[in-house]
């Protein structure tokens, strides 16, 4: 993963990693029987720390207690996967970024995100 530009889902309740608080999660696309995973990957260009949007669904992050107390993420990530391109998308509104869409590394199509 050194020197990879990925995905982080951020905001999240701190969870020890490796005795590290970790407010964040690597996103990745998977297969149903999760045997393939794939790095979600923001496109070339796009800046470090940069917000992924969707279309349609602009807005300011939520702080972490209420991310964690309303089990926001529980909520929206049955609907976050690839398309036949792999082109992330939440409820076929597509991921943007300055740089364009984000995508799983190697187009994983019809993939669950997580």
Do not use: Y
Not at 2 to 9: A, H, I, K, P, Y
Not at 49 to 74: S, T, Y
């Amino acid at each position: 993963m050194q020197g990879r530009t990925v995905l982080v889902l951020c905001n999240l309740k701190a969870r020890n990693l490796v005795g590290f608080p970790s407010h964040g999660m690597v996103m990745c696309a998977s297969n149903d029987d999760h045997t393939k995973v794939e790095f979600a990957v923001p496109p070339e260009g796009a800046k470090i720390g940069e917000r992924v949007m969707f279309e349609g669904h602009d807005g300011e992050p939520e702080a972490e207690n209420k991310v964690a107390k309303k089990k926001m993420f529980e909520k929206l990530a049955p609907d976050l996967k690839t398309n036949a391109d792999g082109v992330i998308e939440w409820k076929g509104a597509t991921s943007k970024t300055s740089a364009g869409p984000c995508k799983a590394v190697n187009g994983m199509p019809n993939a669950q995100v997580a």
